[in-house]
């Protein structure tokens, strides 16, 4: 039996309570955000999707959703979900074969509480929907999960981990990107050569598969580590310029068109970036393809945004970061654009109570994936106390922007980022965020101004590329994004909107977009 996709438009119904719904009196599109349009915008409640499939026997639903979903098949609870933005997988017994009823409950409420994942002061809109395609595979028995870890850019040796469904076999057969495949005997980690392998780089990303039995997955070849204060990419030193991105769209919310998120990385590439931190949640399949592709390097990240010290104590809140950190990563592995893995943006490391989360979270994603580097995007920068747990030492810093200072405040950061390269352990150092609001169509040459955004940028690069100190920068941020809408934050969001990108959130460029790729040609043409 082969797998179902399951996107397309669904029954739909809207609740504020949790009592079951039995009554659909509309319609939505799957993936979807049932608060992205005005209807619904800005409710807080439970979006009721309903379908019906023909399947039968042991099968598995993949999907990615909202801030929490409940999975009902023919009106029994199977599966839930409390991870928001998370890969979710959903095991059940379909049952005999014939029409099933399947309901996905998306619940966007939002709950001041430290056992929660997503928090109302969270800078970034949590919309309520379905995020991502919906798909159920029927499960067999056999091999039903395939890693690969590269461990050798110069003679391609990768590492290959077996997972089976049932009792593993005696032996499997390995085929290489279509070749005569080979009989291997099990085991459920291994070392190989790739044969004929080449290498993946943001300049040729070069992309191999590998079949076991029947289980076909796609991987590159590349290694990437930190060697004093440097990060190696295929044993090069390598400098990251690119962008802050979040999934996200004024009409489509968290669930962007897959054709959207394509464009949104070839505009990033053909500017002259090779660089996207993916904030602040595990990334979208599309998004993570299409990178794999076209050769940008990506920073993945779990849910986490400015998370005090309560929430970083408390049993339930690291619970589920341990679990979101373990899904992210065994979503993910395959996928060679990743390159860094992290967690708890901007978390209250200067506090002693974060270090054993902090450290718990680094411990357990370098068990599950030991081939690249763990580390947080940090805002207490000299005060942090947890640079020693992690690989990378990552930023996120606004001098001039979120200080009091005279004139335009743009003289005052290079003398920054100079105090911080001359102080921070010798480690890869990496601004992870930096920038400052512009309005759209403003030219007022002020302070958030079009210009005055182009200006500051121009400066934060300029410092990244004759400063040898600094591994790279990700720009805070690619395009203008929706946020607070009610709380007392919203006065320094205009529109409700976080307004530092470079493109406005329908994707029309800024000032700033234009300045900074004439500045990446120059430097390109310098090189």
Known sequence: MTSICLDGTWDFAYCETDEFCTRFDSCAAVPGCFDAGSALFNHRGVGWYRRFVEISGPVCMRLRGGLALRVFWDGAQVGQCNLPYSPFECEFDA???????????????????PRQQFHPFY??????????????????????????????????TVKIRLECRNSPPDSVRLSFDGKPAVQVSYADEFEYQVPDFRLWTPESPCLHTLCVDDVEVRFGLRTIRCE??????????????????????????????????????RKIKSQGCNFIRGCHYP?????????????????????????????????EFQQGQVEACRQMVRRSINHPCVIIWGFLNENA?????????????????RATDPSRPVTFASNRCLRDCCFDLVDIIALNTYPGWYSDVEGDGIDVIRPELEKLAAQLPEKPLLISEIGASAMFGDHSECRWSEEHQARYLLEALECIFTMERYTGVALWQYCDTKTYVNTIHFYGRPRGFNNKGTLNEYRIPKLAWKKIGEFLATRRKQT
């Open 283 to 315: 990334q979208k399949e599309a998004f993570l393809d299409a990178c794999d592709r076209m050769g940008i390097l990506v920073w993945e990240e779990a849910l986490g945004w400015g998370n005090p010290e309560e929430h970083l104590v408390c049993q």
């Open 123 to 156: 800078d970034f809109y949590g919309y309520g929907g379905i995020y991502d395609h919906v798909e159920i595979h029927p499960l067999e028995d056999g091999i039903s999960r395939v890693e690969v870890l590269p461990l050798s850019h110069t003679d391609g």
């Open 228 to 265: 004093g204060r440097d990060l190696l990419l295929n044993g090069e030193k390598i400098k990251l310029v690119g962008y802050n991105r979040h999934e996200a769209h004024p009409q489509f919310g968290a669930a962007t068109p897959d054709a959207l998120t394509i464009e949104d990385i």
């Open 95 to 113: 049952g005999d074969f014939g029409r099933h009823e399947l309901i996905i409950a998306a619940d966007n409420r939002v709950l001041d509480d």
């Open 349 to 365: 490391s200067n506090k002693a109570s974060a270090r054993p989360l902090v450290g718990r979270l680094a411990q357990l994603i």
